[in-house]
């Protein structure tokens, strides 16, 4: 059953890798369709600035968990880099107790509210020509945190298997 869990969960960031690599996509076609619009045609739209910044918050929070299943995200490497399987184990099973899971956990729960108070009130750009359903963006905070957090927790299991072996030959 943990096995399983652990391939559900990097099923799912691999998906969500595979999302945040065609947003990319998007997000250049956006920009470059921005700034021809801007320099060749003198016109601009507040709707499409708001789409780039959109998808730009979109591909950030929700490419962190591919980015953590992959390790890749941003860190000191001089000591890291350098240490024994093991000790990796041990610094990504307590980085991610006490500092991943604690953060993702906070944001998770805060950002509810604020979601849903978007969703009753509808919220939509407060500038004239801009997107409506800001909703939608909002709603994918408490999302991505979410799909962190279990990532977060899967790198947790994998850790814990590494620094103890007999665990894992005892559940078989």
């Not at 279990?150 to 559940?171: H, V």
């Amino acid at each position: 059953m943990l096995n399983s869990s652990l391939n559900i969960v990097e099923r799912i960031s691999e998906k969500i890798g595979a999302i945040t690599s065609w947003l990319a996509i998007i997000l250049v076609i956006v920009v470059c369709y921005d700034v021809v619009a801007r320099y060749l045609f003198n016109t601009s739209s507040v709707a499409i600035q708001e789409l780039e910044w959109h998808i730009f918050a979109v591909l950030f929070l929700l490419g962190a968990t591919y980015t953590l299943k992959h390790d890749k995200h941003v860190r000191v490497d001089i000591f890291y880099s350098r240490m024994s399987i093991k000790n990796k184990a041990w610094i990504n099973l307590l980085g991610v107790l006490f500092f991943l899971i604690p953060f993702c956990s906070i944001v998770f729960v805060t950002s509810l509210g604020f979601v849903a108070n978007s969703f009753n009130v509808l919220e939509s750009s407060p500038d004239p020509g801009g997107l409506p359903a800001r909703y939608m963006l909002k709603a994918v905070l408490p999302l991505s945190f979410l799909f962190l957090l279990a990532q977060g927790i899967a790198i947790a299991i994998k850790s814990f298997l590494i620094l103890f072996p007999s665990f894992k030959k005892a559940e078989s």
